[in-house]
T-cell receptor, first 111, second 114 residues
Framework: GENVEQHPSTLSVQEGDSAVIKCTYS??????FPWYKQELGKRPQLIID?????GEKKDQRIAVTLNKTAKHFSLHITETQPEDSAVYFC??????????FGKGTMLLVSP | DTAVSQTPKYLVTQMGNDKSIKCEQN?????MYWYKQDSKKFLKIMFS???????INETVPNRFSPKSPDKAHLNLHINSLELGDSAVYFC?????????????FGNGTRLTVT
């Protein structure tokens, strides 16, 4: 089955800096890669996703890149703000398979 | 309107008891899931149902039994609760198979077994 590795497990940045979270996956058949944000005590919520026919996708301050050859994808957050502080999860799936999640990255943005 | 709703939000009980968590989605999705999130925040799939039929049953003790009376509901019953069952349980739904079916999570049920 699919195995998703996520790094780093914690990330501390100053407000205004950029943050990058990286994930690798094992199943070359995976073709869907969403990212979820989970604020403290809340549910995970989808913030951006990318499909295997696209190399990069951007939505305001967040962007995701995908390298299918190397089997890795990354989340980039620019101009970080304190409200970006949360746990971020990457995930991967193929066809009808269930999403496999990474172990999460706790992002702390200090004012 | 909450898209995926689960009850109760908090559940505190003693070891050995039996408890249930209910989940309902009004998104018209075909597939529903139960995830367990432990203290280290890891999200682990437990069960997946598609149109009321079980399609995934990960390595979960048989004390956990999901029930799907219709495709909008997926309940989780837990027998003989143990300390290690303490976690947050999330129900989720998705629009079915194929590429790009994001999960919509409920607000979670924090289960504490004492």
């Amino acid at each position: 089955g699919e195995n998703v590795e996520q790094h780093p497990s914690t990330l501390s940045v100053q407000e205004g800096d950029s943050a990058v979270i990286k994930c690798t996956y094992s199943d070359s058949a995976s073709n869907y890669f969403p990212w979820y944000k989970q604020e403290l005590g809340k549910r995970p919520q989808l913030i951006i996703d990318i499909r295997s026919n696209v190399g990069e996708k951007k939505d305001q301050r967040i962007a995701v890149t995908l390298n299918k050859t190397a089997k890795h994808f990354s989340l980039h957050i620019t101009e970080t703000q304190p409200e970006d502080s949360a746990v971020y999860f990457c995930a991967a799936s193929s066809g009808y398979s269930t999403l496999t999640f990474g172990k999460g990255t706790m992002l702390l943005v200090s004012p | 309107d909450t898209a995926v709703s689960q009850t109760p939000k908090y559940l505190v009980t003693q070891m050995g008891n039996d408890k249930s968590i209910k989940c309902e989605q009004n998104l018209g999705h075909d597939t529903m899931y139960w995830y367990k999130q432990d203290s280290k925040k890891f999200l682990k799939i437990m069960f997946s149902y598609n149109n009321k039929e079980l399609i995934i049953n990960e390595t979960v003790p048989n004390r956990f039994s999901p029930k799907s009376p219709d495709k909008a509901h997926l309940n989780l019953h837990i027998n003989s609760l143990e300390l290690g069952d303490s976690a947050v349980y999330f129900c989720a739904s998705s629009g079915g198979g194929g590429v790009g079916s994001p999960l919509h999570f409920g607000n979670g049920t924090r289960l504490t077994v004492t």
